[in-house]
């Protein structure tokens, strides 16, 4: 739904306010942004500053059991195009080829070493249909930057279920393959030795999506990167286990239309809007990453703010009719906070009621101060890209550099540990907001959509598109300036569109909890006790281990407070071990083993060479038990004709001729069951 507005008297504002500008620059070389854009005002001569428009890389029409991705482009414009905003040419320490931000630029701005050794660490990455030039491609962001040439290890590209073969549809791909690029390269550009291990899904849909994700932890991945989402809704049970694995770190993109996706109101083209967060970042078991932009000053340290370039009060948005972008977020209709994030300092003021907040960390987001990627397949080379689908591998890679979850089961919870724990780990974002209202007072917002829209409440959730502002009530009959709410406007401390903030460096990401490993028994047999052995050091000072909790794989599991542990298994087969310690501060590391549980027998059979119809035929078996203490019990045969025999020596007549499947089945004492199969062909 479009808002209703008053086009020509606001286009007429605008216009003033940005010929002043241009004034200024002229007359000053200086230059104010465009009126409502909350990036800092650019100091720099006119010849330095450009115009740009967003243009998003994926469809915004999401589909109910599909999700979209998260870029836009920054796409250099005429001054005076409506919508545009200003943005500095040199803006970097070294201007990428199409001007954005480089790896060097966010390695100096957010202060991190990404050539670091961290070839131990695999950042997954789930995209969806084949870009075949993505290994040729990210060959040659590596030479642009100086960086080793990749290896079949370096990086590994899969279809959704781990397979190198088939690939999914490569003509789709060319929809998807700016996303892909984006993705793939700023991992790399972020941590120069990890692996990265890129899986295509089939398509954009919920079942290829989940399918995908559990391949990616299951190939490995100690990090996976999801730059994609749609309005949070109705879920599939597959698609919300498929983004929780304990131990693994799982980021989400915010989305890139606002607070509960209100900038769809925006745009005539564009669905109503959806009113909601984005899943799967509203997910409490994932680290949802909202957006912002980095304006460097000439000293490097630059100023920060929430991205949304639709502005204060919207001013953008109001004349191109159009969803400029903003980073996403807001309280989840579905999940409950988990403890670190409903106790952690000013998320009661945020108002989600126990609801999870969408976001819990913020990264580089703003197209206009994007970062430059290259893709030739869809595409022209390169691009200066941002959205949240920039933030999330970016934070994905930067937990890769702190050396993963560390064992921590919700890797989230790291990050408001070390907020507390280390204040100058991060860099408290205080300007802006992804609501309509953009960080402005809500006095001022109330005031400008009564002057610009003509309206008689100040109240921007009553203008007819939903709810747009996080500040004022739902109840559109309300008319009151309330307080500024932090669901979706930057303040000092905790808010949600930026969580508790940007990192500066690692520590905000390194583990808390323990240092764990597990002693499993070289053989376990089937009915006999096997001994488990946990080994566990506290990494946070002072603390002790108190808490051993054991999920044996079989639907049991043994809590304790010893390191050591016995379980007897009445079933055979493979069995995963996860293993859960806490310490006294209340971290927790939580570790896997696969371990199998009765070996099978290893069967082998011997037979006539014609077996023919009405003729007695003999077969034999030999059975080799690899279980310490297995004795072979029983060997059974099933014929294929409803017929069966016993016995390791047998004979049986077929009496009509054709195919039949034998079936040898092995015991043993400890319980192992084994089949063998074999096709018999009968002649006449």
């Not at 957010?110 to 961290?118: E, I, M, S, V």
């Not at 980095?294 to 009719?321: E, M, R």
């Not at 580089?364 to 080379?381: H, I, K, R, V």
């Not at 006790?529 to 506290?538: D, I, K, L, N, V």
Request: charged share 15%; net charge neutral.
């Amino acid at each position: 739904m479009s808002l209703g507005r008053r086009p020509r008297v606001i286009a007429t504002i605008a216009a003033v306010a940005i010929g002043c500008g241009l004034m200024a620059s002229s007359a000053a070389s200086a230059s104010t942004v465009l009126p409502g854009h909350p990036q800092p005002a650019l100091h720099a001569p006119a010849r330095e500053i450009g115009y740009a428009v967003n243009r998003p890389l994926c469809s915004t029409v999401v589909k109910v059991g599909q999700v979209t991705c998260y870029a836009m482009q920054r796409v250099a414009v005429k001054k005076g195009t409506p919508g545009a905003y200003e943005y500095l040419k040199t803006n970097t320490v070294g201007p990428g080829p199409a001007g954005g931000f480089t790896p060097a630029d966010l390695a100096s701005f957010y202060g991190f070493n990404p050539a670091l050794n961290r070839a131990g660490q695999t950042v997954g990455i789930v995209d969806w249909f084949d870009d075949p030039h993505i290994r040729s491609d990210l060959g040659h962001f590596d030479a642009q930057y100086g960086l080793k040439a990749e290896t079949a290890k370096s990086f590994r590209k899969v279809n959704e279920n781990g397979k190198t073969a088939p690939l999914p549809s490569s003509s789709e791909g060319k929809t998807s393959a700016d996303e892909i690029a984006l993705d793939v390269e700023s991992v790399r550009g972020v941590c120069n030795t990890c692996k990265i291990l890129l899986v295509e899904a089939n398509g954009p849909t919920d079942t290829a999506i989940a399918t995908a994700e559990n391949t990616a932890v299951r190939m490995g991945a100690t990090e996976v990167s999801n730059s994609f989402g749609g309005p949070e809704g109705p879920l599939p049970a597959k698609m919300v286990a498929a983004f929780n694995h304990p131990g693994v770190v799982i980021t989400a993109s915010t989305g890139d239309d606002g607070w509960f996706d209100w900038d769809f109101a925006n745009s005539k083209t564009a669905p109503p809007n959806p009113q909601a967060a984005s899943f799967p970042s509203t997910s409490p078991d994932v680290v949802s990453v909202g957006g912002t932009g980095f304006q460097p000053t000439s000293d490097t340290t630059g100023t920060q703010y929430v991205w949304n370039n639709d502005g204060k009060d919207d001013i953008n948005g109001l004349n191109d009719a159009r969803s400029d972008g903003a980073g996403g977020g807001g309280c989840s209709q579905l999940f409950n906070a988990k403890s670190w994030q409903a106790n952690f300092a000013g998320y009661s003021a945020t108002g989600c009621a126990g609801k999870r907040l969408a976001a819990d960390v913020s990264d580089l987001a703003d197209p206009a101060t994007g970062f430059d990627e290259y893709n030739t397949w869809g595409g022209s080379g390169w691009i200066t890209v941002g959205g949240t689908s920039l933030a999330s591998p970016l934070v994905a890679a930067l937990y890769a550099l702190a050396g993963g979850s560390g064992g921590t089961p919700y890797p989230a919870q790291t990050i408001y540990q070390n907020a507390k724990l280390h204040p100058s780990s991060f860099t408290d974002i205080t300007i802006g907001g992804n609501s309509f209202c953009g960080g402005d007072d809500t006095t001022s917002c109330g005031n400008a959509v009564l002057t610009d829209f003509g309206g008689t409440n100040p109240n921007p959730n009553a203008l007819g598109a939903g709810s747009v502002d996080c500040s004022f009530p739902r109840n559109t009959t309300a008319s009151s300036s309330p307080p500024l709410s932090s669901e979706c406007n930057a303040v000092i401390g905790f808010d949600g569109p930026s969580g508790v903030g940007t990192p500066i460096g690692i520590q905000l990401f390194k583990s808390n909890s323990p240092v764990v490993s597990l002693t499993t028994p070289t053989v376990v047999k089937l009915h006999h006790a096997a001994s488990f052995t946990a080994h566990a050091t506290p990494r946070a000072s002072g603390a002790h281990i108190t808490k051993y909790f054991y999920s044996w794989g079989d639907g049991r599991s043994t809590s304790s407070h010893s390191a050591h542990a016995k379980h007897t298994y009445t079933k055979s087969g493979t069995h995963t071990v996860t293993l859960t310690v806490t310490d006294s501060s209340g971290h927790q590391s939580v570790t896997h083993r696969n371990i199998t549980v009765g070996k099978k027998l290893k069967i082998v059979v011997f037979r006539s060479i014609v077996i023919r119809a009405g003729h007695k035929a003999t077969f034999s078996a030999e059975v080799i038990d690899p279980n310490t203490g297995g004795r072979l019990r029983h060997v059974h045969w099933n014929w294929g004709d409803h017929h069966t025999s016993s016995g390791l020596n047998v004979s049986h007549t077929w009496h009509h001729s054709g195919k039949y499947l034998v079936r040898v089945t092995a015991s043993d004492s400890t319980g192992v069951r084994t089949t063998f199969h074999a096709r018999i062909s009968v002649k006449t």
